[in-house]
T-cell receptor, first 114, second 114 residues
Framework: AQKVTQAQTEISVVEKEDVTLDCVYE???????LFWYKQPPSGELVFLIR??????QNEISGRYSWNFQKSTSSFNFTITASQVVDSAVYFC???????????FGAGTRLTVKP | NAGVTQTPKFQVLKTGQSMTLQCAQD?????MSWYRQDPGMGLRLIHY???????DQGEVPNGYNVSRSTTEDFPLRLLSAAPSQTSVYFC?????????????FGPGTRLTVL
């Protein structure tokens, strides 16, 4: 069965600090997809990234970067030089290639203080 | 495009009442889904549909019914509301099934059952 663990319930940093949000997943499939979503205080869910299991290349998008390591079943998310606007709950999610289900982690609440 | 819309935004029910949460998308997406979000538990899949006339259960389907008569609409019905169904409900759609595509979420419906 597929499972996503986000061990960090809450993280608090001061603006301009770098912060890494951890995501560990479990699946028996060799084909799967990993996602990160952001939920700001307004409540909507904003898509950040999608990665398939055959592409282990790390990705950078502005201040955001993602480190995918199949050897440790991890898909960690780093925000460089954090800003107050990054304050949100961040969810990691997993979909197995053969199914129609998506499993979310419990989320990590990030607070960036000025 | 309006994207994914949900109505109502807020709803209070008494135990035993029934109601329908509405969800519509204008992106011609085949895949639609319903999630509930509870504190500390992330999002959990209730039901999903891979096209008009086709629905299936997700992780937590008990107490909910769905139907998909058109590509655009995917209503979620609570037949006899219970306090355990107090939650925030999100509808989502994807051009392909969740395992492969990126899901776009509606703004959510906050439901309280007294």
């Amino acid at each position: 069965a597929q499972k996503v663990t986000q061990a960090q319930t809450e993280i608090s940093v001061v603006e301009k600090e770098d912060v890494t949000l951890d995501c560990v997943y479990e699946t028996r499939d060799t084909t799967y997809y990993l996602f990160w979503y952001k939920q700001p205080p307004s409540g909507e869910l904003v898509f950040l990234i999608r990665r398939n299991s055959f592409d282990e290349q790390n990705e950078i998008s502005g201040r955001y970067s993602w480190n995918f390591q199949k050897s440790t079943s991890s898909f960690n998310f780093t925000i460089t030089a954090s800003q107050v606007v990054d304050s949100a709950v961040y969810f990691c999610a997993l979909s197995e290639g053969g199914g129609n289900d998506m499993r979310f982690g419990a989320g990590t609440r990030l607070t960036v203080k000025p | 495009n309006a994207g994914v819309t949900q109505t109502p935004k807020f709803q209070v029910l008494k135990t035993g009442q029934s109601m329908t949460l509405q969800c519509a998308q204008d992106m011609n997406h085949e895949y639609m889904s319903w999630y509930r979000q509870d504190p500390g538990m992330g999002l959990r899949l209730i039901h999903y549909s891979v096209g008009a006339g086709i629905t299936d259960q997700g992780e937590v389907p008990n107490g909910y019914n769905v139907s998909r008569s058109t590509t655009e609409d995917f209503p979620l019905r609570l037949l006899s509301a219970a306090p355990s169904q107090t939650s925030v409900y999100f509808c989502a759609s994807s051009q392909t099934r969740a395992a492969q595509g990126t899901q776009y979420f509606g703004p959510g419906t906050r439901l309280t059952v007294l």
